[in-house]
């Protein structure tokens, strides 16, 4: 697609239920990022993903977050057993590693558990 | 740790008034400075890269300046469609994809 794809757009959920977060990113974009961000807060680093290389996990902030990415292709962001203070919008995005335009991100998930 | 401190929270202008953001950093061999736009319900939008003190970059109504410490976002004449939050983000050279944001300043422009 033209863009970097989200879905879903909005998810509220009951506390202690696993939820699952999708991105598609640009076609060709080696690097895929995950960002976590919480209302007035920047947006803080969760996961990096580049090519088929081990992925950078130290954003991610407890153990009931995990992510997938399959070579180039979709991602998965899962959390499990959420918790009222994973509420917040989750981005997406994706680059070429070494260009430097920056990222380009998707709209986000707005997650929120209740 | 790299540390980005944006300011004001929020702006408000007139359509017309020009005004300036601040965006303070510490980080360990800059590689670049991002500054990035985003309306509401939507994704960060890239807007420029810094990469030395002294560069400047310019798109329509802004331009973008760096020193060793900080970046300016200069808002020339805005338009209410210039409204949105305005994001700054530094990369380093010891991690470079990784970027550490601002939490934005959030510009309002009444016509």
């Known amino acids: 697609g033209a863009g970097v794809s989200q879905s879903p757009s909005n998810k509220v959920t009951e506390k202690g239920k696993d939820v699952e977060l999708r991105c598609d990113p640009i076609s060709g974009h080696t690097a895929l990022y995950w960002y976590r961000q919480r209302l007035g807060q920047g947006l803080e680093f969760l996961i990096y993903f580049q090519g088929n290389s081990a992925p950078d996990k130290s954003g991610l902030p407890s153990d009931r977050f995990s992510a997938e990415r399959t070579g180039e292709s979709v991602s998965t962001l899962t959390i499990q057993r959420t918790q009222q203070e994973d509420s917040a919008v989750y981005l997406c995005?994706?680059?070429?590693?070494?260009?430097?335009?920056?990222?380009?991100f998707g709209s986000g998930t707005r997650l929120t558990v209740v | 740790e790299d540390q980005v401190t944006q300011s004001p929270e929020a702006l408000r202008l007139q359509e017309g008034e020009s005004s300036s953001l601040n965006c303070s950093y510490t980080?360990?061999?800059?590689?670049?400075l991002f500054w990035y736009r985003q309306d509401p319900g939507k994704g960060p939008e890239f807007l420029f890269t810094l990469y030395s003190a002294g560069e400047e970059k310019e798109k329509e109504r802004l331009k973008a300046t760096l020193t060793k410490k900080e970046s300016f976002l200069h808002i020339t004449a805005p338009k209410p469609e210039d409204s949105a939050t305005y994001l700054c983000?530094?990369?380093?050279?010891?991690?470079?994809?990784?970027?550490?944001f601002g939490a934005g300043t959030t510009v309002t422009v009444r016509a």
């Open positions: 980080v360990s061999g800059l590689r670049g």
């Open positions: 983000a530094v990369q380093a050279h010891y991690n470079d994809y990784k970027l550490s």
């Open positions: 995005a994706s680059s070429f590693r070494g260009r430097d335009y920056g990222y380009t």
